[in-house]
DNA sequence: CGAACCTTTGAGCGTCCTCAACCTGCGTGG
DNA sequence: CCACGCAGGTTGAGGACGCTCAAAGGTTCG
């Protein structure tokens, strides 16, 4: 099971893939590269980006505003599709950034085509992700629209630990993170300083603890319990297609 | 031109349909039907749900919170896909309800499969629709991340207007709108109250008047420079693929 | 003609922001 | 080896934006 890529892993919990499908997906990581952390590998404005797949390490995709101010749309995980969505676009309307050292590797939108044509099980499986993609893009507006901090916080931090446990990190007493506050803040529509506070209100409380690029849940049941975190919008009670 | 539909005239505008795939795109709105304000098209929850394309009136879809708010995550119009994203998840996760009555016809997932193995440009098209989607809802969350509640009301009547004006409705002096300020409120992320304010303070401003079912902009360009409005992530520049 | 829905306005309050200072750990260079 | 710079984290004081509660007027529709 370690051998299976990130992005086998996730996949093969919607679809279960065929051998075919399988080699077809593994051309996808088939030109894997490492870049340094803060590389960019899409910027806002660029012309015919390339999509990614994310094979380790963190990336964060985010808008600038004319004021200098930054929103984080997402965050990447290992096994994600990095710029997916602007593949028909003439421009990107994102940035998508390393956060972290990471090894990714450029899917063509050839490559995704191709899969259309040849291997439509995979391609339901890719257009399966690309949903749970937007999916997740939508809680998080309903976070920021209609969460106050602490349970936009926590929200935050159980999605993560749910994605990342589908890869095969982490597991329910935490995760190691790399992200800093001002990474939480402009993901959450807060300011550092005030992420700051709410994270010492849920350590405080006995929930979680983000300390040292590490997410410690304390009480995991009381934290879904404040969060109100349902999984339903992350459709993975198992495979779909046998 | 007012012949086409909506659908076909959002599609044109990014790329040019050979015959053959305006008639394989007739069949998506086929079985059209009427349905009343308030219909629920889709429920959160929903198993299997189906997605529509909607040739007349104003639709909703958003989420509810335990809590009993709500959010709305976006407002479909003429010409625009409902519940496409969930097409492939077992369960809807979000809500489409009609604000108006309405004109649409049921899509099967079987017609959009069929459109990718023999119609490879349409299918295209309707992905690149689905990207467009997502920009904004992408480009809706950067909104209420990091911008006031006045930017934020006049980003969103802006992105409205270029919006209804690619599918042949209203133009630069304004648009009639059936929103109440209470679906504002839930869009924006806002209460109701504050939302008649918010208005006030646009009206008195000499910016945008929203009043009596018609949004009017009273000084287009001095509301663009508020909002610090961009129509890139919207990508309508004219057809790509010719 | 009444009821439900929508809009409008006021007063007071709380969440989250701004500004500011200081601390820690870490890498770099003198 | 220490000096320094810098990124990230922590805490306090004061203020503003948007919320809550409340009440009343307008509009639409059955």
Redesign the pocket.
């Known amino acids: 099971m370690t051998q299976l890529s990130p992005l086998t892993r996730k996949l093969s919990a919607f679809v279960a893939l065929s051998p075919a499908d399988l080699s077809t997906l593994a051309r996808f990581d088939q030109r894997r590269r490492t870049f340094l952390c803060g590389h960019q590998l899409v910027h806002e404005g660029q012309r015919n980006a390339s999509a990614f797949v994310l094979s380790d390490g963190w990336v964060c995709s985010y808008k600038i505003l004319p004021d200098g101010e930054r929103q984080i749309v997402d965050f990447q995980i290992p096994g994600d599709f990095l710029g997916l969505r602007s593949i028909l676009f003439r421009t990107s309307d994102h940035t998508v950034e390393a956060i972290t050292r990471i090894q990714a590797s450029e899917v063509l939108a050839a490559d995704i085509f191709d899969a259309f044509e040849n291997a439509p099980r995979l391609a339901t499986a890719v257009l399966w992700a690309a949903s749970r993609d937007e999916a997740m893009v939508v809680e998080h507006l309903v976070n920021l629209g209609r969460r106050?901090?602490?349970v936009r916080m926590a929200h935050f931090l159980l999605e993560l630990a749910t994605r990342l446990h589908l890869v095969g990190v982490g597991d329910r007493t935490g995760f190691t993170c790399p992200l800093?506050?001002?990474h939480l803040a402009d993901a959450l529509?807060?300011?550092?300083?005030?992420v700051?506070?709410v994270?010492?209100l849920l350590r405080e409380a006995g929930l979680v603890t983000f300390?040292k690029g590490r997410v410690t849940f304390n009480d995991f049941n009381g934290l879904v319990a404040l969060a109100g975190f349902d999984t339903g919008y992350l459709d993975q009670d198992g495979p779909l297609l046998r």
């Open positions: 106050p901090a602490d800093t506050q001002y529509g807060l300011t550092a300083v005030h700051n506070r994270l010492r300390q």
